[in-house]
């Protein structure tokens, strides 16, 4: 059993919701399955001080435990920045996502983005929208904050001052 901010604590493997602040949510309030909605939050991703992408247009998806995950419209993002990468992967709620490698700045991140070509039908609004890991790059920030990526290397949330936690990721969480 472990706690602390951001972490929760853990009770024979069921998390503890972190309590939750002034204009906070908390991902335990976030739906299973998950859904994906409009955000009028403004999405910025910059690379040394060059704009990879800036949008006020995004979605963001919401699913029990996990932070946000932006995903944004193709024509607010520096698409000649973006080649497409073989990846493929498989969310049980969206569809086959494909996946596309970044290259800013002089640096290439391999599999950094992805996208829905045919998501299913709840996730229509998203279709060819990108979503990217934030951990690669500068600066990811939602309204000018810089977030925090969301632990564990394979998911693609973002946590800002707007969710409270824990999140799925850490330490204990696999069978949340």
Known sequence: MYAGKGLGALAFGHPRPDPVGDGQESVWDYPRPA???????????????????????????????????????PGDVAMAHLTPNPRRSLCEWKGQARYWDVEIGGDRFE?????????????????????FYPEPFDRCLVDGEQVTPQPGGFYGGWI???EAGPFKGIPGSRFW
């Open 111 to 131: 599999a950094a983005a992805w996208s829905y070509p045919d998501p299913t039908p709840p996730f229509a609004a998203i279709r060819d929208y990108l979503a």
């Open 160 to 162: 800002s001052q707007y």
């Open 35 to 73: 859904i994906c909605e409009p955000t009028g939050r403004r999405i910025e991703i910059v690379h040394k001080g060059q704009m990879l992408a800036d949008t006020k247009a995004a979605y963001r998806t919401l699913e029990t435990s996990h932070p946000p995950t932006y995903y944004l419209p």
